[in-house]
C-alpha cells in the first residue's frame, strides 16, 4: 500500500503540564506546544532520551490522558476537548489503539489469550459469539500465533509470544493508528526483530498509522516514514526519516544519530553530549531547552525559544543555528 498524504492526525499546540511540588505550585512540562502530523497509512517515529515526554504525548494522542492545552484532530474531527473517560467508552476509541511496551503488565492475568483479544471486540466492534470467535481466530492468524493458544492464560506464554497478544488485541478492531510505546523493548534481541517485521507488515497489509515510540533511532529509522525528535518536552526536528537521518539539522538529532556505534566512523567526528538534560519543572520559556548542553549554541539561544520553522519539503527544525541565528 502507498502512504497518501491525507492527515490522519493533526495536532496543534499541545501541551501536558503536571502539577508538582509540596504545594502542587510548580508545573512539570512534560509535553510542551507540540504540533504535529500523521498522515493516512503513515509510520511516525518519536525519538528522544528518556524523560523527555514521549510517553506522555504517546498517552495524550491515544487520549488515555487529557492534554492541558492543545488540538487533536482525528480525520476532520476534534477530539482533544472530549475527556478521556468519554473518549474510552465511544465508539471513537476504536479508532485508536495502544501497544504498550510491558506485554506482562498490559495483560490482564486471569483472561486467557482468547478472552484478551474477544474483549475490546465484543465493546467496539460487536456482533454475535460465532463473528467474535472469528474475529480472534483472524487476529491470532494476523499476528502469527497458533490458535490453540487462545486457550492460555499469559503466564503460559513467552515475551514474544505476549507481544503478539498485544498487537492482536489492538489490531483485531481495526483502528486507524495504532500507538506503539516502546514495543519491543522488553524483549530480547532476536524477538525484537520478528516483531518489528510483523508490525512492518501488519501495517503495510492494512494501511494503517502507526506512532511509534522509541529510543533506539536504528529501528525507527527503518520501520519510519517520518521521525520526530523530541527534547525536554519540545518537537526539536520533524521530517523524512531518510533527510532527518542522512542530514539532521538539529544538533540535538546529530547527537542521537552520533550516539549510535559505527565502527567506520572517528569518534571525534561525532557530536558528543555533555552533562543530562535540564529540568522540565518551570523551564525557562525564552530560551532554547537544549541551551546549556548545546556544542553550538549562539547568544540567541539564551534569550529566545527557536521555534519549529520548514526548511526544505516536509522537514521542520528549531534551531536558531540551523535558521540562520535570527529568532
Ligand atoms: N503523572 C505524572 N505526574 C508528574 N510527572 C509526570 C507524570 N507522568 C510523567 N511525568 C513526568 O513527565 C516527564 C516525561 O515523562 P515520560 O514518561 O513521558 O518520558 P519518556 O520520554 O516516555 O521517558 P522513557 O524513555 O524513560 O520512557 C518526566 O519528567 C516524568 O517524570
Ligand atoms: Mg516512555
Same mark, same amino acid.
Given at each position: ?32 506546544? @507540540? #504540533?504535529? =502530523?500523521? *498522515? $493516512?497509512? !503513515?509510520?511516525? &517515529? ?18 488515555? @490522558? #487529557?492534554? =492541558?492545552? *492543545? $488540538?487533536? !484532530?482525528?480525520? &476532520? ?251
Amino acid at each position: 500500500m502507498t502512504v497518501s498524504h491525507t492527515p490522519l492526525m493533526k495536532v496543534r499546540g499541545l501541551s501536558k503540564r503536571f502539577p508538582v511540588g509540596t504545594l502542587r505550585r510548580k508545573m512539570l512540562h512534560a509535553v510542551d506546544e @507540540v #504540533d504535529l =502530523t500523521i *498522515g $493516512e497509512g !503513515e509510520c511516525l &517515529g518519536l525519538v528522544g532520551e528518556s524523560g523527555c515526554g514521549k510517553s506522555t504525548l504517546a498517552r495524550v494522542l491515544a487520549r488515555l @490522558v #487529557d492534554p =492541558t492545552v *492543545g $488540538e487533536i !484532530e482525528l480525520s &476532520g474531527v476534534e477530539i482533544g476537548k472530549i475527556p478521556a473517560r468519554n473518549f474510552g467508552a465511544s465508539s471513537l476509541r476504536r479508532d485508536i489503539q495502544v501497544v504498550f511496551q510491558d506485554p506482562t503488565e498490559s495483560l490482564n492475568p486471569g483472561f486467557t489469550v482468547f478472552q484478551a483479544i474477544a474483549d475490546p471486540l465484543r465493546r467496539l466492534v460487536g456482533g454475535s459469539k460465532e463473528d467474535i470467535s472469528a474475529m480472534v481466530l483472524a487476529a491470532l492468524d494476523d499476528v502469527g500465533l497458533p490458535r490453540e493458544y487462545g486457550s492460555r492464560y499469559p503466564h503460559q506464554l513467552s515475551g514474544g509470544q505476549k507481544a503478539r497478544v498485544g498487537i492482536a488485541r489492538a489490531i483485531a478492531v481495526k483502528p486507524k493508528l495504532l500507538v506503539l510505546d516502546e514495543p519491543t523493548s522488553a524483549l530480547d534481541v532476536s524477538v525484537q526483530s520478528l516483531i518489528l517485521h510483523l508490525l512492518a507488515k501488519l501495517q503495510k497489509q492494512r494501511g494503517m498509522s502507526y506512532l511509534f515510540v522509541s529510543h533506539d533511532l536504528n529501528v525507527v529509522r527503518l520501520l519510519c516514514d517520518k521521525i520526530a525528535v523530541m527534547y525536554l518536552g519540545r518537537i526539536v526536528e520533524f521530517g523524512p526519516s531518510k533527510s532527518v537521518f542522512h542530514e539532521p539539522r538539529h544538533p540535538y538529532t546529530r547527537a542521537l544519530i552520533d550516539a549510535i556505534p559505527d565502527p567506520e566512523r572517528r569518534s571525534d567526528d561525532r557530536t558528543k553530549l555533555e552533562g543530562s538534560a535540564s529540568s522540565p519543572i518551570d523551564p525557562d520559556q525564552n530560551a532554547c531547552r537544549f541551551a546549556g548542553r548545546c556544542p553550538v549554541e549562539l547568544p540567541i539561544c539564551t534569550t529566545a525559544m527557536p521555534p519549529l520553522t520548514s526548511h526544505g519539503v516536509g522537514s521542520l527544525v528549531a534551531c536558531h543555528r540551523a535558521t540562520g541565528g535570527n529568532p
